[in-house]
């Protein structure tokens, strides 16, 4: 792995780990056993770090959210794809932790992000059209496919922010597995739409998702 | 009106119209004509003023909350009651572009918080339940309820962030009308839930509130 490679997995480790705003890169450098200067020679200052690993979460998500190359898709394959998201989401937690403040410090991030949403957006309603043709899901109107996306993206992209809002005392931890309950959510979203065949399938895998609600 | 009173009044304009950040206890003194040192004496510093501004917030969202007293409601009514929450998010929008920045900073903010998103949920689930009483909507299960409500509630938090990161060129500011065409998303989340009576209304009263996609 080059020097530049492993700044910026060693600083997604320890974002992650202790949040981004306790972690510096002197604090970098010193767990890598390199000079702060040798850092600095690849990354000017955090927020350079960050846009990078901003970079490589777009390359996964935009990788698996190019709807699959399979002609018809399962509803297993839907659970798949949504534990992909989930995934990627874990990996890269502190991004989304503090994803406003991030946006607002760099105009580069910003404008990558309104693009990167946009081109989500799109995949998202493509993927929706695909589990209609595959008789997952119901056939529906090109605006109720966009709305069902947007609603969609905003319940993933806001189930950390919820979270976060409603994790409690300070300290405590989001767990994988309370992340992974958005999953839960987002499904409730399609269920009206499913097909009789699909309904079965869905709701047995949608159930180890489910979150702990009063 | 009390000194008081004037302060948190006078920072909730200046805060919205300005941005929190861009506003100190020094702006918000000399914009009421009285010194730094008379407000000190009411107020510590700006994040107790936030803290009582949330409480005000609070106290108007738990006013619409407590469901409608008519025994049945209308599609008419639900409207109403979604355009009084948009007109709540819109009225003291600076507190909802920075509140988790807030409740971090802030361990009582954290805690009421925690409270008042747990009501709200509790009284989403009662409205949406009344709604149901009333034949607008479908009857459903406990467990399909409380997943309705919570992502209603997901929605209504999360369009906030979903069009500040979404808004482009920084310093572009979010209007009342684009804020209020969250309206159109939280409505598309109880259409296939409608009854036949109440679905030609709902979505004549919807449209008014659509989002531009592309």
């Known amino acids: ?5 492993k700044i910026v997995f060693a600083s997604l480790e320890l ?7 306790n972690v510096s890169t002197n604090h970098i450098a010193a767990h890598l056993g390199i ?3 040798n850092l600095y020679y690849h990354y000017r200052n955090k927020i350079d770090i960050i846009y990078e690993i901003f970079l490589q979460y ?3 998500v935009d990788g698996y959210m190019e709807a699959p190359s399979k002609q018809f898709l399962t509803v297993e394959d839907q659970f798949l794809f949504l534990e992909a998201v989930f995934e990627g989401l874990w990996e890269f937690r502190f991004l989304h932790r503090d994803l406003e403040h991030y946006l607002e410090s760099d105009p580069r991030l910003q404008k990558d992000y309104q693009c990167f949403t946009q081109r989500c957006l799109d995949n998202i309603s493509r993927i929706i059209g695909k589990l209609e043709d595959s008789s997952v899901l119901l056939p529906m109107s090109h605006q109720l496919r966009r709305s069902f996306a947007l609603n969609t993206w905003i319940i993933i992209t806001g189930w950390m922010s919820y979270l976060k809002m409603t994790a409690g005392c300070e300290g405590q931890r989001i ?3 309370r992340l992974r309950q958005g999953i839960y959510q ?3 979203l399609e269920m009206p739409y499913l097909t009789p065949e699909a309904l079965q399938r869905t709701l047995r895998l949608q159930e180890s998702f489910k979150p702990i609600l009063q």
């Open 175 to 177: 767990s994988k597995d």
């Open 1 to 5: 792995m080059k020097t530049r490679e």
């Open 35 to 37: 000079s702060p200067g």
């Open 58 to 60: 777009q390359s996964l």
């Open 15 to 21: 974002f992650n780990e202790k949040g981004e705003r």
């Open 186 to 188: 987002v499904i409730h």
